[in-house]
Each structure stands twice: as C-alpha cells, then as structure tokens.
T-cell receptor
C-alpha cells in the first residue's frame, strides 16, 4: 500500500538553487518522515516531523507539515551535486506501525 | 547507533530456486520488523509485518506462500522467496523498530537492502 503522492516526480536544478518537494497523504498520521535514497542503495533518514509540529529544520533542510491539507514539503537550500538522489516521504499512522512511502521525487543537481 | 544488518546485499539465482534474505538487529531487540520491495524507479512497497513468535501479516496482493517470513528470535527475521521467477527480481529491504525501555517504539532502522536478480 502507498500513502500518497509526491510532486514533482522529477526535478532538475543547478547547484546553489533551492529544491522543493511536496508530499500528500491520505490518512491520519503520527509522524511524517523524509528519506533520501541514492541510486540502488539503502535509505538515509533525513528528518522526522510529528503530527503536532508545523515546521522543522535540520541543516539545509526545512520540512513543513500541514495536517489540515494532509501535505508536507521538503526544502533543500543551496543544493549541491551530492544532493542528487531520490527523496521519499513516509508516514506512520500509529506508534510501532510500518512506514508507508510516497512515490518519491528524483532530484538531479547539476554543477 | 542501532544497526540493522541485511544479508546478502545482492544475489543472483536461477528461476525456480529459493532465496533466503536475513535481517538482523545487531544491538537491540526488535519484536517487529517490516519487509519492503522496490522495483526499479519505483517507491518502496510494504510487503509484510514480521512479528517475533507469531505469523507475519501480509499486505494485500502479497502471496504468503511465495514470500515466507520467519521471525524466530528478537534479533532475526528472514524472508524466503520461494520458487523465484524473473518477475520477483527486485530490491528487498527490511526495517526494525528500536523499542525504548518504556516499551515505546522509537526510531525505525533500515537494512542496506538486497538486490535479487532471477535469471
């Protein structure tokens, strides 16, 4: 099962630009998380935002959550070529339950 | 930090054979583990929830007789792809919750994944 959609499916930008990815989900959540996956590799946890939080920062990452619209956004500022990867949002409906992933956004950052 | 070890990282097998993938929590006990499958250029799809000492719970559309899950201990869950066919070729990844002393499921840790290629 998949929770929702991510937008855009693919994003190509230049180094130094900001990248914004959006995620929508369908059901009530406990928290929402963003992951990065380099081609053919495992997942890297980026950030977790709880359902009672609206915004969270971590380094060059900024995540927002709007539970009324069931949506979240991930902003990567001052992007680098090393940020090239697929990015997934994932939601947790309740404590101890599985992460349900969105379809992902493929980000390409060219130097 | 907590580590989930997954083996093998890649495997090539002939059609009709069975392949076992192991997922171990190295420094914590995991009563619940999850198995995902990812086809090329697609997202991770939850296959099943593995519970220590009991039967796994499979997601709709996942054949339990084809994807055998065993969670015999608090640190090990295995996924066996039986009678593998080329369409089973995929990236399989497991994850486990590290449970705090208070019994609250906290962080979810992922294995590094297994790339299965069935010829």
């Amino acid at each position: 099962s998949q929770q929702g959609e991510e937008d855009p499916q693919a994003l190509s930008i230049q180094e130094g630009e900001n990248a914004t990815m959006n995620c929508s989900y369908k059901t009530s959540i406990n928290n929402l998380q963003w992951y990065r996956q380099n081609s053919g590799r495992g997942l890297v946890h980026l950030i977790l935002i709880r359902s009672n939080e609206r915004e969270k920062h971590s380094g060059r990452l900024r995540v927002t959550l709007d539970t009324s619209k069931k949506s979240s956004s991930l902003l990567i500022t001052a992007s680098r070529a090393a940020d090239t990867a697929s990015y997934f949002c994932a939601t947790v409906a309740g404590a101890g339950t599985a992460l349900i992933f969105g379809k992902g956004t493929t980000l390409s950052v060219s130097s | 930090g907590a580590v989930v070890s997954q083996h093998p990282s890649w495997v090539i097998c002939k059609s009709g054979t069975s392949v076992k993938i192991e997922c171990r929590s190295l420094d914590f006990q995991a009563t619940t583990m999850f198995w995902y499958r990812q086809f090329p250029k697609q997202s991770l799809m939850l296959m099943a929830t593995s519970n220590e000492g009991s039967k796994a719970t499979y997601e709709q559309g996942v054949e339990k007789d084809k994807f055998l899950i065993n969670h015999a201990s608090l640190t090990l869950s295995t996924l066996t792809v039986t009678s593998a066919h080329p369409e089973d070729s995929s990236f399989y990844i497991c994850s486990a919750y590290q449970v705090s002393r208070g019994g609250v499921n906290e962080k979810l840790f992922f294995g590094s994944g297994t790339q299965l290629s069935v010829l």
